[in-house]
């Protein structure tokens, strides 16, 4: 199954994201004028309007802030149910959604440590996805 | 703001009722809802000047304006968002006491269940610079695609907060299924549902089971809104509008405000509430009928405490045992039996119920319904109204 349609749309306002993810970085906004973090990208910084931005590297390493399991029917012939989906809260403070790997949806709890791994699912795309931490 | 309360009054309502498939147009739909909505206020379409549609449904103005001979409109527009009904209302309200328009239409038709739909998506390519597209994304190559997931994400989390177990909401559903039953013009007409059988339905997105979730139908709304003044002279008992509102804070998106400071809460709706409250110069204790966005269940409990009719974290407790959110109880909720018992409008129904407790006609109705509150949209874009006698 073609997963074109599941594809984001890249633009000059988030390509930095995915061309991170390329050379497996997990890089958000970060704003030049105040420091403040963002996510999803966008072109104009909401604390202070500044438009200069950089793409900072995140540690890529948060805490699952919520989670849901796909129970089906499948949303798309792409994936296959039961799938977990992740809301992480990275230490930068922003959150993100995301895949687990190598856990099982049954596993995963709410301040669950986690970090990042890299999954080149196309030629064209790789997605961050995410993993049980060990702490300590 | 305050000024513009009990100036402006829901005068007429049309509706096609619902089915999973009335074999009919939306634009015709809308046509009959109209002239239903028209009929009941005693007017004409020559007497409409203002129409407030939703940017979901292709009929515009035009087409509508032109199939009922309503050919003088001074103020129309779209509103965007499924929390958009109380807002339409809102801005007809605006168009009556500013001046601009007399009688003000407003309209929704949305054939979800049969697919007769003439506009389907809001998600083209060319919407990317709208907020959906900043996190569809971002999203979707996750197969996090889905509404009810969507809302499963924040409803998790609002579980963990507040030590609310799933089961818990399962009491939303069978109240609304109960009110449901009663009415005619519903989907679910004389089929309630026990308590067991939403403890057995099968989780769709987890934690939110299939009965949690609204069912697709298709539908057609109209109001009427007109100044307070003029509507004494109408038909029916007005339905004034003692306060209406509208609320968008940063972070959100439509069922999913997972980058806002608090997606295990509404704050939407905490505002919305805030705003009505003040507006209307009421208390939550005083209003004696609620009509809550229940297109997935744990949203009725979240916004009951959002909108301060219980704490924080009261809310799945406040409706276990369905006895104080039945008719008959301290605030009973739904009474068409809104979303998940009657059918799925985005919260049109909702606006179309509450007229109906005012007047005293509903198939639920509650006793002394002087004061009834509106909630649309809860999870993004929200929008509510205070109607009163």
């Known amino acids: 199954m073609s997963i074109e349609a599941l594809k984001p749309l890249i633009h000059s306002d988030n390509a930095g994201f995915w061309e991170g993810t390329k050379r497996q970085q997990l890089v958000f906004q970060r704003c030049k004028g105040c420091g403040t973090w963002r996510h999803p990208p966008r072109p104009m910084c909401p604390s202070c309007q500044s438009l200069e931005v950089e793409w900072a590297p995140s540690s890529g390493k948060g805490i699952v802030y919520s989670w849901v399991t796909y129970r089906g029917p499948a949303p798309h012939p792409a994936f296959t149910i039961p799938y977990a989906v992740v809301l992480v809260e990275l230490e930068e403070g922003i959150r993100f959604v995301a895949g687990m790997v190598g856990t099982k949806p049954e596993e995963i709890y709410i301040g669950m440590p986690v970090e990042v791994v890299f999954d080149a699912i196309a030629p064209d795309l790789t997605l961050p996805k995410f993993r049980k931490r060990a702490t300590g | 703001m305050r000024s513009m309360s009990r100036k402006a009054a829901i005068v007429g309502i049309g509706t096609s009722g619902f089915s999973r498939d009335f074999g009919k147009t939306e634009l015709r739909m809308i046509c009959e809802s109209v002239r239903m909505a028209l009929d009941d206020a005693g007017l004409v379409p020559e007497d409409i000047d203002g129409m407030i549609k939703h940017s979901d449904e292709a009929p515009d103005e035009r087409a509508i304006g032109d199939s009922m001979g309503m050919g003088n409109l001074t103020y129309f527009g779209d509103c965007r968002w499924d929390g958009a009904a109380c807002g339409m209302v809102l801005r007809a309200a605006i168009g009556v006491t500013s001046g601009m328009a007399n009688y003000v239409v407003v309209l929704r038709a949305f054939n979800e269940s049969s697919g007769r739909r003439t506009k389907t998506s809001m998600r083209d ?230 007229v109906r407790q005012i007047r005293g006609t509903s198939t639920a109705q509650s006793e002394d319904a002087h004061l009834v509150l509106v909630s649309a949209g809860a999870g993004g874009p929200s929008s509510g109204l205070i109607l009163g006698r």
């Not at chain 2, 099968?202 to 109001?223: Q, S």
């Not at chain 2, 009505?276 to 297109?295: N, S, T």
Request: aromatic share 6%; proline share 5%.
């Open chain 2, 125 to 354: 390519i060319d919407q990317l610079c709208t907020s959906d597209l900043l996190q569809w994304g971002f999203h979707v190559p996750y197969g996090h695609m889905t509404e009810a997931g969507r809302v499963a994400m924040i409803v998790r989390r609002y579980m963990h907060e507040c030590g609310v177990k799933g089961n818990d909401f399962g009491w939303v559903t069978t109240v609304c299924r109960e009110h449901g039953a009663r009415n005619p013009e519903g989907v679910f007409h004389g089929q309630p549902i026990s308590i067991e059988a939403y403890l057995k339905s099968e989780m769709v997105v987890d934690p939110l089971r299939k009965l949690d979730c609204y069912e697709a139908t298709d539908a057609a709304v109209a109001l009427v809104i007109t100044t307070a003044e003029k509507a004494r002279r109408l038909k029916q008992r007005p339905a004034y509008i003692l306060s209406a509102a509208r609320t968008m804070v940063n972070g959100t998106e439509e069922k999913n405000g997972l980058y806002g400071p608090e997606p295990g809460a509404l704050t939407e709706t905490r505002r919305m509430g805030e705003r009505l409250f003040e507006m209307a110069g009421v208390k939550p204790r005083e209003i004696r009928v609620a009509q809550l966005d229940d297109a997935y269940a744990p949203l009725v409990p979240m916004q009951l405490e959002a909108l301060g009719f219980c704490g924080k974290g009261e809310g799945a407790a406040f409706c276990s045992g369905g006895d104080r959110i039945r008719v008959g109880g301290q605030l009973p909720i739904n009474t068409s039996g809104g979303s998940l018992g009657e059918g799925y409008l985005r919260s049109m129904n909702h606006v179309v119920e509450a």
